[in-house]
């Protein structure tokens, strides 16, 4: 990645993304309803992503409802941890993650300074460039994650879900399966459902009219 972004250390880059879920029930003692909506008012999972250039994902975290911030999965998640143990392990590692300004500055974790714009400025934008891309690429390629593509389940299957699709996605990385073209035709395409639709509406004005 040095080669890329000439900023030594780099070895991935982390961001959160909103998968839809429908509404859980007002009286689920485990997944409240209210904790799921997040700050753009509709119900969601806050998920954590960590890829590297590649695009591939080295670490998802589908646990966090939707109201919860970013800083705050990255507390409790275990990547926070590693990277930490590596960095107490040895100081002179120089290893750490690249995330934008909702993230706590850690010697494991940068985040822009407010001042320079220098390299590291740079670099961090560039990296989220990538993890935008990364999480772009994602939803595409399995288009249940999208925002208008509701998952229908409860929050721990939609975490599942999700986990599912990573793999998935990794594994279309490593066997060179290219990334589908966004087609509007497909998004809007009804796969014969209208058409069988027409036919019984057809029918049934015709069985009407006939009395």
């Known amino acids: 990645m ?18 839809a879920i429908v509404r859980p029930p007002n009286n689920d003692p485990l997944h409240p309803e209210h904790i799921y909506i997040n700050r ?5 999972i806050n998920v954590q992503l960590v890829c590297d250039d590649s695009l591939r994902i080295s670490n998802v975290n589908a646990r966090f409802p939707g109201s919860t911030h970013d800083s705050h999965i990255w507390r409790e998640s275990a990547v926070s941890r590693i990277m930490e143990q590596i960095y107490r392990q040895d100081e ?7 995330g934008d300004s909702g993230y706590p500055l850690r010697p494991w974790l940068m985040t822009p300074l407010e001042q320079p ?3 590291l400025n740079s670099a961090v934008k560039t990296a989220g460039c990538t993890i935008e891309r990364c999480n772009g690429v994602l939803k595409n390629r399995w288009r249940c994650l999208l925002k208008h593509h509701t998952l ?7 975490g599942k879900i999700i986990n599912t699709c990573v793999v998935l996605h990794n594994m279309c990385l490593h066997y060179n399966v290219p990334e589908s073209a966004y087609d509007e035709e497909m998004v809007n395409a009804d796969f014969g459902m209208y058409v069988l639709q ?14």
């Open 117 to 119: 714009a220098d390299r």
């Open 152 to 158: 229908h389940y409860t929050p721990t299957m939609a």
């Open 40 to 44: 753009k008012n509709y119900h969601s």
């Open 2 to 19: 040095y080669q890329r972004f000439e900023v030594p250390g780099v070895i991935g880059f982390i961001d959160c993304t909103h998968v």
């Open 198 to 211: 027409q036919v019984q509406d057809d029918g049934a004005n015709r069985v009407g009219a006939s009395y």
């Open 92 to 98: 002179e590692n120089n290893l750490y993650l690249l």
